[in-house]
């Protein structure tokens, strides 16, 4: 069915989403036109997904539309900042009104429980690829940064690492997952949780924060070299879901949780003087962030431990995800 | 040659990029954290750019760079805001330094015009898509909207229509024109100019306004839709270019100058009570608009008048650029 640009965005893109009061202009002129809250700093973020890089046709609309959203508020979480408004490029080959539907469904599920409303956007033709700029609130000054570690602060993490690189692994029969533990692992994989609410926490007390999407390692790394700081790493800390530790060798459960990408927690150090802060704030979160190390003075060296001992990696191991340099997968070629 | 995307980022968009104080954070972080002066609001703005839709294997890389900014910030001066900074979310095939090169010129150099400061963005492996988020500041209240056009307002225009058309025909050999205003043409359909000045004079002057991006009669269709109004054109009014009208027959250099879009120019209504104001503001710029007809209260009805006489447009026409129904050429297949 061949439908118009301004019917597509008619359709999907106009209604049931959730209306804010900042919101002057919304979907339906040139630009949107939106009011920031004295004392406050505007946040953006921007990520796109390429179909047969980033998801496959195997993956659900409704989970592309879930997760295009999700790593940008990861970004907007890992910076501090109060999810508002996304804007949404979509390039499509076909107007296919199935995908569209289970899209939109993902897509609005996740803007309605974070109340970030879809003010504007583009609709193309050609390869399906989705672009979201993510707009967000923080008070002035209290945006978190990667360059603020000081040797001697807290490494924390706010969830298990490794899932979502093994769905990824299983789905490309890497390795072999009981059907409990396959449904898991794609949850984590396909519907990210942004972690909005510990990031807002998280301002004045954490000294550097990331969201660890391309890797613990890879991610870890940024944080030291824009803070010129070193961290230990202890790897008997680093929290882990059973799914995980009972599909592998403890040996190849730590490199997932290292090296693969796409889990979505942040990644933060914690001042020593700001610890009993950090306590009271997180005594009742649902989910616990868990110390994993401790920031040091050798500048970019990340030492890892195991019950206290030097521990190595083993050397077949990719770290982190780089679209232009090393290949995780077969569909990411070497350019 | 192989390299990775931080380095990407590192090499092409991190250096001589115009700086703003008003940048708190920019490239190199999570997000970018931006200060909003007093008694502002934010516009914000998205277009998208696809190889083989947009442009083609032939345009020049820094045309591309140039184009994809400009568009947005036709945006924005349709909207009346100025424009501050810019997300690049770039899929690209290949890591292809000549290209490269090339689109950072042209970006840098529209950047630099305009004080638009580059501040974030995606870099992405796959077919090659851009898509560029631009953000503006407009005084609370003084944004230029579509629904404000009211019966006896004056149509205007803001320069010469059916430019881009006609350079983009030609390339597909529909039309031949002499080498000096095929170059001339495309000039304008590869590094059109955003109306950026006009649109922020137009504050409190126009009653509605939108950007050509599409067609005159189908953007003209937008405000007409929003505003509830109707109007009269006079085609022999319309602005055109020497290189236009030489090298087409009359009929023929209306139909490119209603129809064919991409010409970037603005399209506004001013009331009567606010014609002296708005004459006295653009005494001194140096391309005048030039007004083309009236509103009517026949809603959503366009009058077309040649000489006061009523005017009809052949029938082979299409009517704007439409990405998802009216093909406007071979490589815009109806879907």
Redesign the interface.
Known sequence: M???????IATYFTHRYPQRDDV??GV?????????P?N???????????????FDQQTPARAIGHKIVAVNLS??A??G?EPA?I???L??P??DHDWLTGFTHGLREICDYYQCQL?????????L?I?V?A??L?P??K?L???GAKPGDWIYVSGTLGDAGLALAASQQQHKLSPDYQRRLNERLFFPSPRVALGQSLRGIASS???VSDGLLADLGHILS?SQVGARIDVDELPLSLALTESLSETDAYKYALTSGDDYELLFTVPEAQRGLFDTVIAHAAHKPVCIGRVTNEVEVVQLLYAGEPWSMPTDVALGF?????PTSET?P??
Chains 1, 2 share one sequence.
């Open positions: 061949a439908i118009g640009e301004f019917d597509l002057d202009i339906g002129d040139d630009g949107a036109v939106l009011k920031i004295p406050s700093e505007l946040v953006v973020v921007t990520d796109t997904m390429v179909e047969g890089v980033h970004d907007l890992a910076m900042a408004w804007s949404l490029a390039t499509l076909t107007v003010v504007g956007g583009d609709t193309t033709r050609g390869p690829t672009t700029t707009h967000g923080v002035t000054g945006a940064r990667r360059n924060a990331i969201d824009a780089d679209h232009f340099k090393k990411e070497e350019l």
